[in-house]
């Protein structure tokens, strides 16, 4: 290989081209509406506890971007389902994990850290008397979730304790959960 193909090969680190996420950082910075993005699924009821939700694309800047793909979810057998699919609080976990994984490895690949292994385990509890409306005092949801991240790559561990700030003050899913979302309901009864 002679010099000039160097200039040519993309800055893969752990898989992510990095000339590109630098590329994508430096057209939002210079025209912020780009980075505006929009994103939508619908769920559609398959009987019983079981739901198959499906993503069509999103928005980016002025771009519709097309994306093609479905999940299912079915609750355990306890809960009234025939626990064919993970749970939509499984996906909930599941869906921080994954954003969150994601930016370990962007602020990782950045810095030109290879990470050898990173897995994040996250759970909360549910009380079911605040879902089945026994007890108005009780939450419906989860009050609070412990998570715990573990990584190791060829960084010191101060450089991966910067890098676990930068994930959780950039991280979309963190911040979902971590603040309050406004819903915005509508019922369209047919």
């Avoid at 290989?1 to 910075?29: F, Q, T």
């Avoid at 999103?58 to 079915?74: K, L, P, Y």
């Avoid at 994930?167 to 509508?186: G, H, K, L, R, Y």
């Amino acid at each position: 290989m002679n010099d000039m193909s160097k200039i040519n090969d993309p800055n893969i680190v752990n898989g992510l081209n990095v000339d590109d996420l630098k590329e994508l950082i430096g057209k939002v910075a210079a025209e912020p509406e780009e980075g505006r993005t929009s994103w939508r699924v619908k769920t559609t009821w398959h009987g019983q506890t079981r739901s198959r939700s499906e993503v069509s694309g999103f928005q980016m800047g002025t771009d519709h971007i097309e994306r093609n793909f479905s999940f299912d979810a079915d609750e355990p057998n306890e809960l009234g389902g025939e626990n064919q699919f993970a749970n939509p609080q499984e996906y909930l976990l599941g869906a921080v994990n994954a954003c969150m994984t994601v930016g370990y490895v962007a602020q990782c690949s950045m810095r030109g850290i290879t990470i050898d292994s990173l897995w994040i385990e996250t759970e909360g509890d549910i009380d079911l008397r605040g879902f089945l409306g026994l007890d108005p005092d009780v939450a419906n949801g989860y009050r609070s979730l412990r998570y715990k991240v573990h990584i190791k790559g060829d960084a010191p561990e101060h450089v991966f304790e910067e890098i676990h700030r930068a994930v959780q003050a950039t991280s979309p899913n963190f911040f979902n959960m971590a603040n309050a979302i406004t819903m915005d309901p509508e019922l369209v009864v047919e």
